[in-house]
């Protein structure tokens, strides 16, 4: 069964639980989700406003390109735990088997493929947010600021569980181009999550 079919409470306790799947990879595709939701809600709520009408264009546009994030990411949510299975089975492979080198740095490259896609993904979600801040009712933006900080918790979770995996491979120069794109998206989009954050939250002191 899909993760994505359990509710809300039966989720949290499956990551509450004493197993590995769900775990960071996938809470953070679903923080993501949930982000981005915030900020189609946003955008659903300026449409059809007199003060946002030249704007109803991009609302929409924006509207589609978060909803076709938003199922991204809780596709993401069971590849994660797809992806992380494999690589549990092969720490049990015994430490003098020939294959075990070949098969753990497999796994540890499908295993850190998928937060690096959610990675990719929620640094998308806080660009979109700082669109739907721009041109969204300024009713909402107290939304736009809460979604904003979901996809910046997501890309932060997202980053830490490419970097479990990278540690762990043998071809060190593979790890460092995933290390290296893991840093240059946390340095370029905290900054952006931070500031559409502010933005908002100044509006309210």
Not at 46 to 72: F, Q, Y
């Amino acid at each position: 069964m899909s993760l994505n079919d359990l509710s809300l409470r039966e989720f949290s306790g499956a990551l509450a639980g004493r197993s590995s799947v769900p775990g960071g990879g996938g809470a953070s595709a679903a923080v993501a989700a949930l982000g981005t939701a915030l900020g189609s809600m946003v955008g659903n709520f300026t449409l059809g406003k007199k003060k946002h009408a030249d704007a109803e264009p991009e609302i929409r546009r924006l509207l589609a390109e978060a909803e076709t994030l938003r199922e991204a990411l809780l596709t993401c949510v069971d590849a994660d735990a797809a992806a992380f299975e494999p690589l549990s089975r092969a720490y049990g492979i015994p430490r003098d088997d020939p294959s075990r080198g070949e098969i753990m740095e497999k796994c540890l490259r499908e295993a850190a493929a998928v937060p690096m896609r959610i990675l990719e993904l929620s640094c998308r979600g806080i660009e979109l947010h700082r669109q739907f801040a721009e041109k969204g009712s300024t009713m909402m933006l107290s939304d736009v600021g809460t979604g904003v900080v979901f996809c910046w918790a997501a890309l932060y979770g997202a980053a830490l569980n490419v970097k479990v995996n990278t540690s762990l491979m043998a071809d060190r120069s593979y790890a460092e181009d995933l290390n290296k794109q893991v840093d240059e998206a946390l340095d370029a989009y905290w900054r952006l999550a931070d500031e559409v954050y502010e933005n908002v939250y100044r509006r309210y002191c």
